[in-house]
């Protein structure tokens, strides 16, 4: 028998056509999601990217899986939601705090110290009943949040000492995602939050152009930043969730069977990343402990009280203080 192979590659979606004559249960077609991932590897996010390509592939006979490029290749997060949203690839995995400029409303997760625990952000940020039409709301403009994933808690990290109190930040240039919440938060943190993509941290706090950072302990270790900031003080101050936003006519193209094996698979690929972060911050403190870097506990009461404010004057729209209220039933 001949077998014929093409690729044709389109926007986003890669589809191999084979052209020779197959039984009942073999795959026609092969569709492969292109995803940016901008971390290695070796990042919880990527092995639970990687399982779900693997369940998606098996549970469709082949017929759709997933390629994922990791390390920043295919560009910064915002150029890959905005790449995703085009439909030059098909999915981007992005922090929550970025699709703020999609809409406002993105924000009700975004603000410091609104979860609780890594437990009580799972029970959230995946639970359709709270999250509401919120994943769907930009799909307008070309895309929708399929999965959320944690990324554990932020902490600010410097270069030349540790945080122990707010004015510990005073003047302190400190890097913080691209979303005027994060530049607002860190400004009342005591620091001055400057907004950049991840790939150019390194560089900008060895050259001082920044004094620090602040992140979950896995990617402080696994881009080196301990090598250069290595006071890492656990402020905790944010908890975002990670988001797989995908290209709409992509998801809505697939035939509903596959839709609900898609998305019953990135639901057990999120369950599977939130159970193995944990883990996977511990041994990254470890290794970084172990490489110099000084890890301390901090005292949040003087943060939260800094920054609460801003939850009142984020909050303004009825869907994200519907939202905000599902979460915190008992303040109610
Ligand atoms: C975390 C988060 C990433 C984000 C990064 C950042 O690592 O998981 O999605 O890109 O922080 O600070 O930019």
């Known amino acids: 028998m001949k077998n014929v192979k093409n690729t044709i590659r389109l926007a986003g979606v890669s589809i191999v056509a084979l052209s020779a004559v197959f039984g009942p249960s073999s795959a026609l077609a092969e569709t492969v999601f292109e995803i940016a991932f901008n971390q290695p590897e070796s990042h919880p996010q990527y092995k639970a990217m990687e399982r779900f390509g693997e369940a998606l592939a098996e549970r469709t006979n082949g017929e759709y899986t997933v390629k994922i490029f990791p390390n920043e290749l295919l560009g ?40 609780d625990s890594i437990e009580h952000q799972k ?19 070309g895309i929708v949040v399929v999965a959320a994933f944690t990324a554990g808690s932020r902490n600010v990290y410097l270069k030349d000492h540790p945080v122990n109190t707010p004015e510990d930040l005073a003047g302190q240039k400190i890097r913080v995602m691209q979303s005027q919440t994060n530049i607002d938060m860190m400004n009342m943190m005591g620091g001055n939050g400057i907004a950049m993509g991840q790939g150019e941290v390194y560089t900008a706090i060895q050259t001082g152009v920044l004094d620090g950072g602040e992140n979950n302990e896995v990617t402080y270790w696994s881009l080196k930043h301990s090598e250069i900031a290595p006071y890492f003080s656990y402020t905790q101050h944010l908890m975002i969730p990670d988001y797989l936003v995908m290209n709409v006519d992509y998801f809505e193209d697939m035939p509903d069977d596959v839709k609900q094996i898609f998305l019953e698979e990135l639901q057990k690929a999120a369950d599977y990343e939130f159970e193995v972060f944990a883990e996977d911050a511990a041994k990254s403190r470890a290794l970084a402990e172990e ?10 009461q003087p943060f939260r009280d800094a920054v609460r404010p801003l939850t009142e004057e984020k909050l303004t729209s009825d869907v994200t203080k519907k939202i905000y209220s599902q979460m915190h039933p008992a303040s109610e």
């Not at 939601?81 to 992005?94: D, H, P």
């Open 123 to 141: 029970s959230v940020v995946n639970n359709p009943e709270i999250v509401g039409d919120l994943y769907n709301s930009v799909a307008d403009q």
């Open 76 to 115: 910064a997060q915002k150029e890959t939601v905005e790449m995703a949203q085009t439909g030059t690839i098909a999915m981007s995995l992005a922090a929550a705090s970025l699709l703020e400029s999609w809409n406002p409303d993105f924000v009700v997760f975004n603000l410091p110290y609104v979860f």
């Open 291 to 300: 490489a110099g870097a000084q890890f301390n506990d901090v005292d949040l």
